[in-house]
């Protein structure tokens, strides 16, 4: 079975300065990670993935994520917050050729002034 | 390139009402799924078709949710008769299928039920 946990349900940072979200994932063979994004009132966004080339994914909005095996985790990052990253992101996880994503609980994002 | 479309955005139903929700996935993708994602809580799959063929769906409540896919192109999820625990955003989402390809989302539909 694969799960996912993000620590952390909501996270507050002041603008300009890093933002980490956490996100440690259990499975049984090579995970696909992913990380989406939800503005209020939106459908999910992709930010990055990881799918087994680069352990460094860079994604859109200046986001990245590093894939650490030996930590099981999949930690998301941007060096300079900004008023715009407010948001719900979610972790997530694929394994097995279904494809079927399974999803964490979520980490609220507010950037402060 | 258009994206998933939903419809309807937002309904508001009585307890033991049906209602129904239709998605239009991106124009070529094979794999279409529908998701619930409850306040508070990560999206959890209910069903994943592939065409018009049912892959996934053993989180569905079947003995009152349905999901049908004709033509392997549209798809409405239904719900009947609705209880209070059904209160939940229905996302849909399609790819093109292969392991790891994203995901693509909607907008979500976004049901209460009093």
């Known amino acids: 079975a694969q799960s996912v946990t993000q620590l952390g349900s909501h996270v507050s940072v002041s603008e300009g300065a890093l933002v980490l979200l956490r996100c440690n994932y259990s499975?049984?063979?090579?995970?696909?990670l992913f990380w989406y994004v939800q503005y209020p009132n939106q459908g999910l966004q992709l930010l990055l993935k990881?799918?087994?080339?680069?352990?460094l994914v860079k994604g859109i909005n200046g986001f990245e994520a590093e894939f650490k095996k030996s930590e099981t985790s999949f930690h998301l990052t941007k060096p300079s917050a900004h008023m715009s990253d407010a948001a719900e992101y979610f972790c997530?996880?694929?394994?097995?050729?279904?494809?079927?994503?399974?999803f964490g609980t979520g980490t609220q994002l507010k950037v402060e002034l | 390139e258009a994206g998933v479309a939903q419809s309807p955005r937002y309904k508001i139903i009585e307890k033991r009402q049906s209602v129904a929700f239709w998605c239009n996935p991106i124009?070529?993708?094979?794999?279409l799924y529908w998701y619930q994602q409850i306040l508070g809580q990560g999206p959890k799959l209910l069903i994943q078709?592939?065409?018009?063929?049912?892959?996934?769906d053993s989180q569905l409540p079947k003995d009152r949710f349905s999901a049908e896919r004709l033509k392997g192109v549209d798809s409405t999820l239904k719900i009947q008769p609705a209880k209070l625990e059904d209160s939940a955003v229905y996302l849909c989402?399609?790819?093109?299928?292969?392991?790891?390809?994203?995901?693509?989302f909607g907008p979500g539909t976004r049901l209460l039920v009093l």
């Open positions: 997530a996880v694929t394994t097995g050729g279904g494809n079927k994503l399974t």
């Open positions: 499975s049984s063979v090579p995970p696909y």
């Open positions: 990881y799918t087994s080339a680069a352990t």
């Open positions: 124009s070529g993708h094979a794999t």
């Open positions: 078709f592939q065409n018009n063929g049912v892959v996934d």
């Open positions: 989402a399609s790819n093109s299928g292969p392991r790891g390809e994203t995901q693509y």
